[in-house]
């Protein structure tokens, strides 16, 4: 799957929030892979619109305007029920997503800092050396003048 596929896959959830690390585009292709992940990315981007409320208004008027059973709508709210319980876990579902999103995105953060941290005390070691350089240049340089002023 390419990366253009994927983020059409992901939709705007990600994208919104500006460019995207490329660590988070190769966990979203690895995800987009599996069935299971693209089913439940689809029925929780679903059940989060607002076009699964407006389903839910209609579906509601119908059933309660045109009788389809009688008060306390007992088939009613038994399909309402399975229905959040589903829902709850297509809800954790996605929270389990977001998370492995952060910790991969923290993780490869961390890698960097490492590297970076690395690099500064690299640098801070060539600091130091160019410090004895400039002092050993320094020494030189007045031994030249000193010897040069006895003559």
Do not use: C
């Not at 929780?44 to 309660?64: Q, R």
């Not at 954790?92 to 995105?105: E, K, L, P």
């Amino acid at each position: 799957m390419t990366s253009s596929a994927v983020l059409k896959f992901i939709g705007h959830e990600l994208t919104r929030r500006g460019p995207l690390s490329p660590v988070l585009i190769k966990h979203e292709e690895e995800r987009a892979t599996s069935v299971q992940s693209r089913i439940s990315d689809a029925i929780t981007g679903f059940a989060g619109s607002m076009t699964f409320v407006y389903v839910h208004m209609a579906w509601f008027a119908f059933w309660i305007l045109l009788p389809v059973e009688k008060y306390p709508y007992g088939l009613l709210t038994m399909i309402v029920s399975l229905e959040a319980i589903f829902l709850s876990t297509f809800v954790m579902i996605s929270q389990n997503r977001a998370d492995a999103r952060r910790q991969v995105f923290a993780d490869d953060q961390y890698k960097m800092i490492q590297e970076e941290k690395a690099q500064n005390l690299e640098l801070i070691e060539q600091g130091k050396r160019l410090e004895q350089l400039t002092q050993s240049v320094l020494a030189l340089t007045q031994e030249v003048h000193a010897t040069l002023g006895k003559r």
